[in-house]
């Protein structure tokens, strides 16, 4: 079993279009979550493609048989990553962009579609002027 749990969205770039559809009927009816499950998926390369494009626009939860033939249910909000960054005093406003290189470093946290990446190049300057 395989279940995604979308969300709305802030103008992003939905990157399939089965997620489009689904944020545009959330939108029309008022909706702050709708859920697309799928019971008996065969396909674990297409389980896969599915979960990597929708990630940053749905929650992923999946039940498994494992090795033993065991169910398991995995959920991906389950799985989080904690990094300990070491400082001798306490922390200053100062040291917001350092904190946020070392972010940058985990790939979950940089994740970001290609049509986002465009979207967010094509406004990187004016941005930039803003807060600047």
């Known amino acids: 079993m395989v279940k995604a749990t979308f969300f709305p969205l802030n103008n992003d770039i939905n990157p399939i279009p089965i997620a489009a559809n689904i944020d545009k009927e959330m939108k029309k009816?008022?909706?702050?979550?709708?859920?697309?499950?799928?019971?008996?998926?065969?396909?674990?390369?297409?389980?896969?493609?599915?979960?990597?494009?929708s990630a940053g626009i749905a929650v992923a939860t999946l039940e498994v048989n494992d090795s033993s033939g065991n169910k398991t249910r995995i959920k991906e909000n389950q799985f989080t990553s904690n990094k300990k960054i070491s400082f001798a005093r306490d922390i200053l406003p100062k040291d917001d962009s350092y904190i946020a290189e070392q972010a940058k470093k985990d790939a979950v946290i940089i994740l970001v579609s290609k049509d986002n990446q465009e979207l967010y190049e094509k406004w990187k300057m004016m941005i930039k002027k803003l807060i600047g």
């Open 29 to 53: 009816i008022g909706s702050k979550h709708a859920n697309m499950h799928f019971s008996s998926p065969d396909s674990k390369s297409e389980v896969k493609a599915l979960i990597k494009e």
